[in-house]
């Protein structure tokens, strides 16, 4: 039998504006209001809102709960303080990626963890594993049938959010937090994204979704599905996990390196440290690919005849007007400005290997 969708909490929203609905790991979700391309540079320009509630919530707590995320996850979350949040990777024994996610720490023994729609269930039973076999001592909490999370993001977002919020989230650094009201519905606020803008995630009781979703439009913040995600994502190089990284994946393979800390133990560490030591076999780069064809996951990257890697994203960039991709390559092939070839249906297109990422946005 047919999968039955689950639906966010403003799902009638969604209809009311005439998005196009699509299947989107186990959800309903909009891929596009106007178009993928204007949803982009609405982002990029002014500011845009998504509805991110597919994404899972997840609280931990207890007086092991800092020892629990510390085992799961590659970063430090010892060191983190309250109100901030780190990005990290949650791996399996052999250093695969299981899901890449933030986790905010809200007090001492309290934590909020993101994590894909995708591996919600795969992290919830990864956490529980580990909470039943070493830390009995902490309580999860899957809020996220019960929430909604917005994401804000674009140049003009802070001004904005600042007008519906008392606590005046443009004081907040990158990747901190405070819990609030927006327009005077109790709200969590996260400075964090997924487009390479500046921004803010809002999660927010789902009965209260839909009002504060209308409020964002009234103060001119545009629609924009995962269509426009995808592509923002993209020029800002940042991975997607089932497309870019995988249980399969390490995140030293990634170009994850950053967000590993190998001097403590962690699920996973000793087959990083081996990997680090005997060296990779594949390594995640950008491309700048010639011509109108579309590179997609899975092309095959070729040079001097032979296949050295495969596509895992590609699309169009509105935003540089050109054709942009990430994909894994054999290590000698991953130096930028190299120039490899992308097999698109048996037609070959020039590419050249460069630095990630392809836009980074000015700041102040």
Known sequence: MPQTLMRTALYQTHLGLKARLVPFAGWEMPVQYTGILAESRAVRTKGGIFDVSHMGRIYI????????????????????REGR???????????GILDD??????????????????????????????RNERYPQTTINDVTLDTVMIAVQGPAVAVIVDGLCPQQPSSLRFFA???????????????????????FELVLDAADGPQIWQTLMDHEMAPCGLGARDVLRLEAGLALHGNDMDSTTSPLEAGLDRFVRLEKEFAGADALRHQQETGLKRKLVGLFVEGRSIPRHDHPLRAQGQVVGRVTSGGYSPTLDRNIAMGYVQPQWADPGQSLQVDIRGRLTEALVTTLPFYTRKRD
Not at 114 to 122: E, H, K, Q
Not at 179 to 196: D, P
């Open 177 to 199: 937090s405070t819990e609030g009201a927006v327009a005077e519905r109790k709200a969590f606020i996260g400075r964090t994204g997924y487009t390479g803008e500046d921004g």
């Open 85 to 95: 949040a780190r990005y990290s990777l949650v791996c399996n024994e052999e250093g």
């Open 101 to 130: 996610t933030v986790t905010y720490r809200l007090a001492e023994d309290r934590y909020l963890l993101i994590c894909n729609a995708a591996n919600r269930d795969t992290i919830v039973s990864w956490i529980g594993r580990w």
């Open 61 to 80: 707590s207890g007086p092991e709960a800092t020892d629990l995320l510390d085992w799961i996850q590659t970063g430090n979350i010892g060191t983190l």
